[in-house]
């Protein structure tokens, strides 16, 4: 399965992102199939060619959520946002079982 997605450059405080075509199973900073564009976060300058990730979303390329709302965000198209990060659950077994130790017989 291919992924449109980013892929960091730059240096440690100085991030830059590739918007790229990859197969799932590489590595993001590995090689890729072609370069679509890139974002600048600190100029908030979003630069890609939409033909060519129409082109691969034909080919059955799947969009991930944070290229898709950089997409809706810049007004590349008009699809909805998609979650982009799931929010960490609070571990109910960790809380009782805090809970049994401060109980004393």
Known sequence: MLK???QR???RGQAYFRVIVV???KKPKGKFLELLGNYDPHKKDLKVK???IEYWISKGAQVSPTVNNLLVNYKYWN???MQSWKPK???ES???SADDKNKTP
């Open 23 to 25: 197969e799932h199973t």
């Open 4 to 6: 449109v997605r980013l």
């Open 79 to 81: 699809k909805p946002k």
């Open 94 to 96: 960790a809380q009782s």
């Open 89 to 91: 659950k609070r571990q």
């Open 50 to 52: 939409m033909d060519r």
């Open 9 to 11: 450059t730059g240096k």
